[in-house]
């Protein structure tokens, strides 16, 4: 029988309490990770492209950094976009529910009164929970975001959420260029060792999902390292196959 995993913190009521009054921090583990996985997926399958048409060495390196830079850039950005589109829409939300909370707070006392019925409370309880959710503005709009809408009042940095994305991608996605950076490999040996690299780093970055979100890691690493494996396989046919149509006789 596998031994429990423990819990992450303690549970008396000083713990709590400290916990509780501590400011809550915004989570970049999942933006390293797609970075990360991403990086490497993208590089290795240039890299693959070229072994597969039959280019040189050189063409892999080249146009492994050129795609490391610029595609690590776009990814950036792009989760940048996301992440501040996801902030605008929340105060947007705010900003309207503040509004109806102005002019209609007897409607929207009633919609608190609701949702709660509709999780079990009921009575004088139900009422006292009303009353004490709608004394604080703040507090009656948060619920509202949250229980009306499913929002996550989640703070998170676009900034900050770009710069892991982009600092995971390039990092690991650099991995499956090391051989053609590393002048001590044989050439036609380039190919071989950035597949063993690059599956290395599929396996840690797995098995790492795996941990930090306590699912299985060895099944985030078996699936993370199949991703890359088909990724890297079309990669490699498409470029065999574009080669063997350029050099067909006319």
């Not at 229980?147 to 650099?174: H, I, M």
């Not at 396996?203 to 991703?227: C, D, H, I, Q, S």
Request: proline residues 4%; glycine residues 10%; hydrophobic residues 45%.
């Amino acid at each position: 029988m596998s031994e429990e995993r423990p819990l992450s913190h303690s549970h008396s009521p000083a713990a709590i309490r400290a916990r509780l009054q501590e400011p809550v921090k915004s989570n970049y583990t999942g933006d390293a990770v797609l970075g990360s996985i991403d990086g490497a997926v993208t590089t290795f399958a240039v890299i693959s492209g070229v072994a597969g048409a039959g280019l040189p060495a050189a063409a892999a390196l080249i146009l492994g950094v050129a795609n490391l830079i610029a595609d690590g850039f776009s990814m950036a950005v792009s989760n940048y976009q996301a992440v501040q589109t996801d902030q605008q829409e929340l105060d947007q939300i705010r900003k309207e529910e503040e509004r109806h909370v102005a002019r209609e707070p007897e409607g929207e006392r009633e919609e608190i009164r609701q949702i709660y019925a509709a999780k079990g409370f009921e009575g004088e309880l139900l009422e006292q929970v009303v009353e004490v959710l709608t004394a604080d503005e703040e507090v009656w709009v948060d619920t509202m975001l949250r229980e009306e809408y499913g929002l996550t009042l989640d703070n998170r940095s676009p900034t900050k959420a770009a710069a892991v994305t982009f600092g995971a991608f390039c990092l690991v996605g650099a991995v499956p260029l090391v051989p053609y950076l590393w002048g001590g490999v044989e050439g036609e040996n380039l190919f071989f060792w950035s597949a063993v690299l690059t599956g290395i780093a599929f396996a840690v970055v797995g098995f790492f999902r795996g941990r930090v979100f306590e699912g299985n890691p060895w099944k985030t690493m078996a699936g993370t390292l199949g991703l890359g494996a088909g990724a890297s396989a079309i990669a490699y046919g498409l470029g065999a196959w574009v080669e063997s149509m350029v050099n067909v006789p006319l």
